[in-house]
């Protein structure tokens, strides 16, 4: 189990640090909890000065009443739980698309294509080399610019429902070689070790060359190309929860200016496609041919019905309904209260009551009397911030906190920079732990496969926090090793 701490230092800045890895007997919420008690009794912390948790969406994570934080909760009740934003974009763009009969056909298509193009050294080399060709074609017929950063080697990865922007880059991917996958797959399907390797590719050539295939690409393609930039935004260190939640506002826009005037773009988009592919492009008001027996019903509906009304339309409308759901937690006056915060416009959300309501989440911050205290120090604080220039141009909690600081104002709302802070170590993404535990392949190689836990720890320790341990002089580590214990000589 990997332990991130997230804090704003005296400067106003949030920082997040790697706190170390624990090994637990189990994933079971007992077992994670009794591994943070171990962590943090070893650095003399305290569960108690927790103000905010943030996990992916397991349920022994989550659990309302066995869950990690439930426990936390039962031990501290301050400490709030934001499920990680990132984890919840990747659900409901990925798992909530393939609820729908043609976009599930359709990754489950782009798995088959992964394994059997991608299923072999061999079929990859090929794969780059037929990409090379066209690349190398281009460029002769000055179709293609060169330069700095252009024409990078793709390969065809397969998708995973836990990495974010994983579908995205896939299916961009597979859109850039579309043309070297037909060349592969029709090589298979004639040169095949046996029977079963050669049925496959012919089988997913049939269904890549059919216009319904290269719409949900697209479509999805969009969809996905919509939040990759908010997925990759989410995932830095400095970022605070109004701006999160401000950017999934952001997203669900789009995604609405998509439904309501992306139509023709995206017909277009793919007739181009089909045309350069050499792949039938069908009429939109020609009747549906359903696959199957379905007969009767194919009769009374046409490919405008069925691709604009059952899939356009459909996809998109479960897209926004489901954001709306799963991000209940902005909902949450809790949430709504802290937007009160947000110096954008000169505090035009700006709440004095909700945000004294919010600092009674936190009794242990703020007693009977401080709440008195805050009443008289916000009505001071937002006049002061209107009228001073230096924050007109303030975006975000982040640069307020750093600006009060600079400032000095800091020690003149002590109250108010509080609640701040307290908004600001409310976790929105784990992408920190994320990184640890990919910096892990990294430490622990095939070459140092023995690592103990309390190695592998400190090795994981000194390489993500390296921007610290680069100031640290060689002199100071030997200073500090000298003084361990008594030795024979002087280093």
């Given at each position: 189990m990997g332990i991130v701490i997230r804090y704003v230092n005296k400067s106003g800045c949030i920082i997040e640090r790697f706190l170390g890895l624990v090994h637990v007997t189990d994933t079971s919420a007992a077992s994670l909890k009794k591994g943070i008690d171990s962590l943090f009794s070893t650095y003399g912390l305290s569960i108690s000065s927790l103000r905010g948790l943030g996990y992916d969406g397991a349920s022994n994570m989550r659990g309302e009443f066995n869950g990690l934080k439930s426990l936390i909760l039962k031990e501290n009740s301050q400490g709030y739980y934001i499920h990680c934003f990132a984890h919840q974009l990747q659900l409901t763009l990925v798992a909530v698309a393939k609820k729908h009969v043609s976009v599930s056909s359709f990754f489950n298509t782009v798995a088959r294509l992964c394994n059997v193009v991608g299923g072999s050294c061999k079929r990859m080399d090929m794969l780059r080399e037929k990409q090379i060709e066209k690349i190398l074609q281009g460029i002769e017929n000055d179709e293609i610019q060169t330069?700095?950063?252009?024409?990078?080697?793709?390969?065809?990865?397969?998708?995973?429902?836990?990495?974010w922007s994983s579908h995205y880059g896939t299916l961009m991917n597979l859109i850039h070689l579309f043309s070297s996958i037909i060349e592969v797959l029709e090589y298979i399907g004639e040169n095949g070790k046996d029977?079963?390797?050669?049925?496959?590719?012919?089988?997913?050539?049939?269904?890549?060359?059919?216009?319904?295939?290269?719409?949900?690409?697209?479509?999805?393609?969009?969809?996905?190309?919509?939040?990759?930039?908010?997925?990759?935004?989410?995932?830095k260190k400095d970022q605070d929860i109004i701006?999160?939640?401000?950017?999934?506002?952001v997203s669900k826009l789009h995604l609405q200016e998509m439904r309501d005037n992306g139509w023709e773009i995206l017909l277009s988009t793919v007739s181009k496609f089909c045309s350069v592919e050499d792949i039938n492009i069908l009429s939109m008001e020609d009747v549906y041919a359903v696959r199957g027996r379905s007969r009767r019903r194919s009769e009374a509906m046409t490919n405008l019905y069925y691709y604009q009304a059952d899939?356009?339309?459909?996809?998109?409308?479960?897209?926004?309904?489901?954001?709306?759901?799963?991000?209940?937690?902005?909902?949450?006056?809790?949430?709504?209260?802290m937007a009160c915060?947000?110096?954008?416009?000169?505090?035009?959300s700006f709440d004095k009551n909700k945000l004294i309501w919010l600092a009674t989440f936190y009794?242990?911050?703020?007693?009977?009397?401080?709440l008195i205290e805050l009443e008289c120090q916000l009505d001071t604080f937002i006049i002061d911030m209107r009228l001073d220039e230096n924050f007109s141009e303030v975006v975000g909690i982040a640069n307020l906190a750093q600006k009060m600081v600079a400032t000095r104002i800091d020690d003149v709302f002590p109250l108010v920079y509080l609640l701040i802070k307290?908004?600001?170590?409310?976790?929105?993404?784990?992408?920190?732990?994320?990184?640890?535990?990919?910096?892990?392949?990294?430490?622990?190689?095939?070459?140092?496969?023995?690592?103990?836990?309390?190695?592998?720890?400190?090795c994981l320790v000194t390489y993500i926090e390296k921007d610290i341990f680069a100031g640290i002089t060689n002199e100071t580590i030997m200073q500090r090793f000298q003084k361990m214990k008594n030795r024979r000589g002087m280093l």
């Open positions: 330069g700095r950063g252009l024409n990078k080697q793709r390969s065809l990865k397969r998708p995973s429902d836990t990495r029977d079963a390797q050669k049925a496959e590719a012919v089988d997913l050539l049939d269904i890549i060359n059919r216009f319904e295939f290269v719409f949900v690409l697209h479509l999805m393609r969009k969809i996905l190309g919509i939040t990759h930039e908010l997925s990759q935004v989410l995932q701006n999160a939640v401000n950017l999934v506002k899939l356009f339309y459909s996809v998109i409308d479960t897209q926004l309904h489901e954001l709306n759901n799963r991000f209940d937690e902005v909902n949450t006056d809790l949430l709504l209260s915060l947000d110096p954008k416009g000169r505090f035009s009794p242990q911050d703020f007693s009977p009397i401080s307290l908004s600001l170590t409310l976790p929105v993404a784990t992408a920190t732990v994320e990184r640890a535990f990919s910096a892990m392949n990294i430490i622990k190689s095939p070459l140092r496969n023995r690592m103990g836990d309390k190695l592998l720890n400190d």
